[in-house]
Each structure stands twice: as structure tokens, then as C-alpha cells.
């Protein structure tokens, strides 16, 4: 996956992923959007409506240059809401939140199993 961080130009992996040069991070929707439209994961129902990797590249280029990308105004709010979708918080973080907070009871039961089969 090829993103661009829409404030510096830089190229990162994943649209959401905060920036490792600037360190923007997109988090209001239209930053989504933005972000989502400079990257290889905008497709809309398995529909790839991104840019070519080349084309990205020389935008992340010019937007390292100091010119910032003009983005189609009607397109970013086309694609708000289609962002907050794709680029909410990943199933797999998730879970691991739910197992981070399952795992202590679950380890105190086994711990009891443990001190009741001692004692036998
Ligand atoms: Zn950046």
C-alpha cells in the first residue's frame, strides 16, 4: 500500500498511519478523505478510484516542494464519509483491546485452578 502524508509530501504505507516526518496524523474527516484520495487504498466498492503510483509519487514530490495538492473539493466530501468507514480503528486492534481486558479475570480462574489442584 503507497499513501502520502497530505501535509509534507512524505510517503508512508497506510493512509491513516501517523506521518514518521512531520508526524500529522489524519484525524479530522476531511484530513481522511484528503488522505484516503492520496493513497492506493482509495477504491470504493472494490473500485480502485485512486491515482497511479507514479502519479502519487510526483504529487508527494511537489507537495514536498512546498505545493500543496489541489484537492477537488466536491470529491473530499464525496469520500468523508466512505474515509471514516475505511479508515476506522482496524478489527484487529479491537480485539486486542477485548483480549487485553479478558485476559486478567481469565488468568485469576486459572489461577484459583491451579491453588485448588495443589491442595488435592
Ligand atoms: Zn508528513
Not at 20 to 31: E, I, N, Y
Amino acid at each position: 500500500m503507497l499513501a502520502i502524508c497530505v501535509r509534507c509530501g512524505n510517503v508512508k504505507r497506510d493512509p491513516s498511519a501517523r506521518c514518521p516526518v512531520c508526524g500529522f496524523r489524519p484525524q479530522a474527516s476531511m484530513d481522511k478523505a484528503k488522505s484516503l484520495i492520496l493513497s492506493t487504498a482509495y477504491e470504493v466498492d472494490g473500485e480502485y478510484r485512486g491515482k497511479a503510483r507514479e502519479e502519487l509519487i510526483s504529487i508527494a514530490q511537489a507537495i514536498g516542494q512546498g505545493h500543496p495538492y489541489a484537492f477537488d473539493e466536491a470529491e473530499v466530501r464525496a469520500v468523508v464519509t466512505y474515509a471514516e468507514r475505511v479508515l476506522a480503528v482496524p478489527t484487529k486492534r479491537l480485539v486486542l483491546d477485548g483480549l487485553r481486558w479478558l485476559l486478567p479475570p481469565v488468568l485469576a480462574l486459572v489461577a484459583v485452578y491451579v491453588v485448588l489442584f495443589w491442595n488435592k
